[in-house]
């Protein structure tokens, strides 16, 4: 069960001041933990990471509304050594872009530092609410856009999220400044235990079919007839046969309800492959 007493850390991936700390502090503040935070570099290091330590979780994007379900997710929850860990918890986070300074006067900024990711992302607000002639600088990172602003006066302004402005000490001008206004990323918690019921949960599944007519149909019928809601579903091409598909399905309720651990038995002698990825409660946005 829920255990949160035991847990001393907690990855996420690199770097600091990013999207992925963001959303770290907020499961942080969500389930009260008081721990170590470790940025890593990649997905798999941060899998690797929590399955070899009990005491760690690690913090995960598993989807974006622009870009869709991010597969090296999925891929090493299923090949994960260690079948115990799974994702325990969920929420959303908008991906929010703001114009940062050292001044707090919006109409005095003459000058821009930020990453080419960035700027393309945030024409419009640089086309219309900039000066016509303002001054680029190109940056590396957002982070390195706010430390290069210690090297120029105070029209100079760059772009980053709120984590940045807080750990820089600098104003935010102006927040959303990004083209997109719908960009959220579903960030997950992964660790080493058992959920417990909420009443508003859902799983997740991947499996692979037997490679015959209406495989997938058969397995999609048990859902029906055991009155599940399965509001997602997807595939992706196996990496290890090109003419196998992994299909990634979420549905309503949790793994501890007697009707669907009897749906999953009904399921797993459908497939050739059929790993239980969690069950937890479906995550909110969260209020920046």
């Not at 206004?181 to 909420?198: A, H």
């Amino acid at each position: 069960m829920d255990n949160f007493e035991t847990i001393r850390n907690i990855a996420y991936l690199e770097p600091e001041n990013s999207f992925s700390e963001m959303a770290t502090d907020e499961f942080c503040a969500i389930h009260k933990l008081e721990c170590f935070k470790t940025p890593l570099k990649t997905i798999k290091q941060i899998v690797d990471y929590v399955s070899q330590n009990s005491d760690t979780l690690g913090v995960l994007p598993i989807e974006n509304t622009l870009d869709g379900t991010i597969r090296e997710t999925f891929d090493c929850l299923m090949r994960c050594e260690n079948p115990n860990i799974r994702i325990i918890g969920e929420l959303i986070l908008p991906i929010e872009y703001c114009l940062l300074s050292k001044t707090t006067e919006l109409y005095s900024i003459t000058g821009l530092i930020a990453t080419p990711r960035l700027i393309s992302k945030c024409q419009d607000f640089i086309n219309n609410e900039l000066p016509f002639n303002y001054n680029l600088i190109e940056s590396a990172s957002m982070l390195d856009s706010a430390h290069e602003l210690s090297n120029h006066n105070l029209t100079y302004a760059s772009i980053g999220n709120r984590k940045i402005a807080e750990s820089c000490m600098l104003n935010i001008l102006k927040s959303n400044v990004h083209d997109d206004k719908n960009n959220k990323t579903r960030y997950v918690l992964i660790g080493d235990m058992e959920t417990t019921p909420t009443g508003k949960d859902k799983t997740t599944i991947v499996f692979c079919t037997n490679n015959t007519p209406g495989a997938l149909l058969k397995i999609l019928n048990i859902f029906l007839e055991n009155n599940i809601n399965m509001n997602y579903i997807s595939s992706q091409p196996s990496k290890t046969n090109p003419n196998q598909y992994i299909f990634i399905v979420n549905f309503d309720g949790h793994i501890q309800n007697t009707q669907m651990l009897k749906a999953i038995e009904k399921i797993k002698p459908k497939t050739s492959f059929f790993r239980y990825i969690g069950s937890y409660k479906i995550g909110q946005e969260v209020a920046l």
